[in-house]
């Protein structure tokens, strides 16, 4: 098991920036690809970023891609995304996840997680 906790989220106003982070416990944090979805109200839960255990070729989702960093500190078992240049479009709850499979890239699919973190409120005002 895998326990994941999100921190960080708030209200910040266009062009601002906030640093989530995903604490997680409970088994060798290294071993886990790891990602950023989020859900805005009325749709469905998106694809933000993911990183493989070894941080390079982290993934985006085009419309978070040059404004949003996905990093991870495997000492400290701890996962963050500095997002910069916010809009009011990327108002949502943010996820943080974790998967033990083995793929040659992050799945993009909340499917191909087991684990999830309770999730924080990021709403971002004009």
């Known amino acids: 098991q895998v326990q994941l906790v999100e921190s960080g989220g708030g209200l910040v106003q266009a062009g601002g920036s906030l640093r989530l982070s995903c604490a997680a416990s409970?088994?060798?944090?290294?071993?886990?690809?790891m990602g950023w979805f989020r859900q805005a109200p009325g749709k469905e839960r998106e694809f933000v970023a993911a990183i493989k255990w070894s941080s390079s070729n982290p993934y985006y989702v085009d419309s978070v891609s040059g404004r949003f960093s996905i990093s991870r500190d495997n000492a400290k078992n701890t996962m963050f995304l500095q997002m910069n240049s916010l809009t009011p479009e990327d108002t949502a709850v943010y996820y943080c996840?974790?998967?033990?499979?083995?793929?040659?890239?992050?799945?993009?699919?909340?499917?191909?997680?087991?684990?999830w973190g309770q999730g924080t409120q990021v709403t971002v005002s004009s």
């Open positions: 409970g088994r060798t944090f290294s071993n886990y690809v």
């Open positions: 996840a974790a998967s033990s499979g083995r793929y040659a890239r992050p799945p993009k699919s909340a499917s191909g997680y087991e684990y």
